[in-house]
């Protein structure tokens, strides 16, 4: 089982270049989301979808975009990376939207924005 | 709008000691109550959550966790502390019902490091 994949690991972008982070799971989840986890400040919400073509904002979703065109795949993109985008982004997945599910994680992307 | 509070930002241990961690909720209507853990250079992985019942839960390694709707409180808990606990523990709440959407308000973390 794969679970929840992220691509790349790793990644340096200079400012104002663009780049999309790449998620993907294989559990067949209706719920998808992406948190960026900076130091002292948990992991914060950017994005979610609750089903195929469906997406929402969450907790800090400036300058970022998502979309959900097939359950799989919820790729996350920055327009025009900034400095403050420089995080440890992570994708999350799970069964359905309902709260009782716990997410399942993958293993994060290092993002350096110079 | 909901918030939650983890008091401890960083814990040093000795390997058995006990330990609890600190986690405080705002909102006032039903929740659900996760702990993750992150090991260094890992993914979040899940300990244990509440939904309902018995208030005090038990999750994996050990490790449990007592709700106290009183006082908006999810205090996780580990009679003897192993090295191969030194990692990062995170708090989160969402609201419970069919309205909810899944959203997951996590807290600040706490580092917890165990000396062998």
């Known amino acids: 089982n794969a679970g929840v994949t992220q691509t790349p690991k790793f990644q340096v972008l200079k400012t104002g270049q663009s780049m999309t982070l790449q998620c993907a799971q294989d559990?067949?989840?209706?719920?998808m989301s992406w948190y960026r986890q900076d130091p002292g400040m948990g992991l914060r919400l950017i994005h979610y979808s609750v089903g195929a073509g469906i997406t929402d904002q969450g907790e800090v979703p400036n300058g970022y975009n998502v979309s959900r065109s097939t359950t799989e795949d919820f790729p996350l993109r920055l327009l025009s990376a900034a400095p403050s985008q420089t995080s440890v982004y992570f994708c999350?997945?799970?069964?359905?939207?309902?709260?009782?599910?716990?997410?399942?994680f993958g293993d994060g992307t290092r993002l350096s924005i110079l | 709008a909901q918030s939650v509070s983890q008091h401890n930002h960083h814990v040093i241990l000795s390997e058995a000691a006990s330990l609890e961690l600190g986690c405080n909720y705002s909102?006032?209507?039903?929740?659900?109550l996760f702990w993750y853990v992150q090991y260094p250079g890992q993914h979040l992985q899940l300990l244990l959550k509440?939904?309902?019942?018995?208030?005090l839960v038990k999750g994996i390694k050990g490790f449990e966790a007592e709700f106290i709707k009183s006082k908006f409180s999810f205090n996780l808990r580990k009679p003897s502390v192993q090295w191969s606990d030194t990692a990062e523990y995170f708090c989160a709440v969402n609201k419970a019902g069919s309205s909810n959407t899944g959203k997951l308000i996590f807290g600040q973390g706490t580092t917890l490091q165990v000396k062998p």
């Open positions: 509440y939904f309902s019942g018995d208030p």
């Open positions: 909102y006032g209507g039903t929740v659900n």
């Open positions: 999350a997945s799970k069964t359905t939207p309902d709260g009782n599910q716990p997410q399942h």
């Open positions: 559990m067949n989840h209706e719920y």
